[in-house]
């Protein structure tokens, strides 16, 4: 398995395994090839955006996307999706992938990364062996619209 830096030419068959992960068990969402691709696409598209992607010789196997942003003097990374291929996942294709992610963003100044994931998931406790703690600050607030 080869971990390195996401491209834009990535995009394509990123989405394709995002949609295939996130449409099934656990998380049974709505995910069209169309939807991915453009959450993707948007992503990248992010200034100050740092992503990884481990594949193998059958095409991407994981990958992670986020952003760098300025907070007061520090730089933090706001981790937006993380997805492993199901059948690789608990394989250590994620923890991997982690890793090169965080020696990345060491590399470009970060002091603190973040994401935001489902509670008491298999999700949560992979972030937790990753060394991500439930913030006793912070909460995510929400709103939504409807027309």
């Known amino acids: 398995m080869n971990i390195r830096s996401l491209l834009p030419a990535d ?3 990123c989405a394709a395994l ?3 992960v996130f449409s099934s068990p656990p998380w049974n969402e709505n995910w069209t090839l169309e939807n ?3 959450r993707l ?3 990248a598209a992010t200034p100050h955006f740092i ?3 481990a594949e193998n010789e059958q095409g991407p196997a994981g990958f992670a996307v986020g952003y760098l942003q300025h907070y007061m003097d520090e730089r ?5 999706e993380l997805c492993v291929e199901t059948s690789r996942q608990r394989q250590g294709v994620g923890g991997a992938l982690m890793a090169a992610l965080t020696t990345r963003l060491k590399e470009a100044g970060a002091t603190r990364a973040y994401t935001l994931t489902a509670r008491e998931t298999a999700a949560q406790a992979f972030y937790e062996k990753a060394g ?3 913030s ?3 909460i995510l607030m929400a709103q939504r619209f409807t027309s």
Do not use: E, Q, T
């Open 11 to 13: 995009i394509p068959p």
């Open 18 to 20: 995002f949609s295939a």
């Open 36 to 38: 991915a691709h453009r």
């Open 41 to 43: 696409a948007d992503c």
């Open 51 to 53: 992503g990884m992607i």
């Open 76 to 80: 933090h990374y706001f981790l937006l």
């Open 132 to 134: 991500f703690y439930v």
């Open 136 to 138: 006793p600050k912070m």
